[in-house]
């Protein structure tokens, strides 16, 4: 198995940290190859700009997903993003951990998917037949990848109706919007709550609860999203009426 | 009016280049003043780190939330911050503009959030009873807030049953996490689909679109997302039984 670990904390003393130090040691003692992006130590630039695109930006006007696509073909993307394609590349599985801020992702590792997953890389891209890869097919398919949380929120201000939202529901646009587009089957997030403030048992508890799921990886199943090109969605990608018939909402997206 | 528009856009030359200067020159036409924070242009840096702090940071491990706690009070934290309180302080309403990538904010817009919505500004604040503000409650209660989007998706692919996912299960995070949570009041979204192919005709129906909704700003009904501290949940926060019973999902947390 070979591991990418995308780590996104400005802390490596943090519970963060120690449950990345004790993941990263699981997966090498269960045999895997690890390789990490600690986009904090790397001093990642999170921020999508003409700079990305070598000479493909020109002095024209910017338009983001043309351009980046040019520059993707053309070899002319950033050196930074063009080693991110090589780890993605090498993985079967990526973990992406980090710690939830205003119930979504730290800038630094949004950034990394703004740049990153580029047009006719992560999206955009065609089939021979026309139909465009999205949603369980594109450049990531049969890849695996898990989020890892650490919150501060109690465990059931999370649940199916706490106050804050039921976190597979969160973490939609990154799971499912994000992950699940560029074809990546995305495993159950494994959610530590509680940070800042875990005692040594529940730490010990949250180590256990990780290096289950990492014992796991290769055999839990998927989230199952429905993929887009399997007849679920008509030709204006709407679910069509006979599936969660009446309903709305994140929830009918799942099979 | 008070209008302080957040605009997260690389390229001004830009649909909603063209949408920003649309909107603000229509709000000082009707008589509202208007500040900006145009986070390309101000370079704005989305990495929350030590550096926001101050000395309030020291050298031991960096707790993100009390750390900011402390230097916001102490009156530590960093110029650009306090500038974006400053500004929040004067607004009776935010406009937060951006294009949707990967379903959500750009990685500079998210960052504004990190850094500017700091403990003890815009959560981790008590009531003197002793209750926390939060959901309806807050340092920022009072004042109004529209998110307004552009996206290269068609209209349908983010309706109720799109592949995508319906655009407020989307924006959840940030208008209900995020805004609501500090205690904003959020009108509902204005999205511009088909960015970046627009005609002609197409533009000015998005213009008037939006022209529309700045002249309804302070009459148009929020979200009625569910405040916190007025019984609808539990002590543990968690919806209470007879409200959408049996349900999940994010829509029971609107009333």
Redo the contacts between chains.
């Keep these: 198995m070979n591991v990418l670990w995308i780590y996104a904390h400005?802390?490596p003393?943090?519970l963060g940290g120690a449950l990345r130090d004790e993941g990263v040691r699981t997966l090498r003692e269960l045999g895997a190859e690890v390789r990490e992006s600690d986009l904090?130590a790397m001093k990642w630039k999170?921020?999508?700009?003409?700079d990305d695109f070598g000479s493909a930006a020109g002095e024209e006007?910017?338009?983001?997903?043309?351009t980046s696509k040019d520059a993707y073909h053309s070899g002319e993307l950033s050196d930074d993003i063009l080693a991110e394609h090589e780890k993605l590349a090498w993985a079967d599985t990526v973990i992406f951990q980090f710690?939830l801020?205003?119930?979504?992702?730290?800038?630094?590792l949004?950034?990394w998917?703004?740049r990153v997953?580029v047009k006719g890389f992560a999206y955009g891209v065609r089939h021979p037949d026309g139909h465009t890869l999205r949603?369980g097919e594109g450049a990531l398919a049969g890849k695996r990848a898990m989020v890892l949380l650490t919150a501060?929120a109690?465990d059931?201000?999370i649940?199916?109706?706490?106050?804050?939202?039921?976190i597979n529901?969160?973490l939609?646009?990154?799971q499912?919007?994000?992950l699940w587009?560029a074809g990546m089957s995305v495993l159950p997030p494994l959610t530590v709550c509680g940070a800042?403030r875990v005692s040594p048992e529940q730490y010990a508890d949250a180590a256990e609860a990780l290096r289950e799921r990492l014992r796991t990886l290769s055999t839990r199943d998927p989230i199952p999203f429905?993929r887009?090109n399997d007849g679920d969605?008509d030709e204006?990608?709407?679910?069509r009426d006979h599936l969660?018939p009446g309903?709305?909402?994140?929830?009918?997206?799942t099979a």
């Design positions: 400005p802390e003393r943090s904090y999170p921020v999508v700009d003409a006007r910017l338009i983001v997903g043309a710690p801020w205003w119930y979504g992702m730290p800038a630094i949004k950034g998917f703004d997953f949603y501060g109690p059931a201000t649940g199916p109706r706490g106050v804050n939202g039921e529901d969160l939609f646009p990154l499912h919007g994000t587009y800042d429905r887009q969605y204006d990608l709407v679910l969660a309903r709305g909402g994140i929830g009918v997206h």
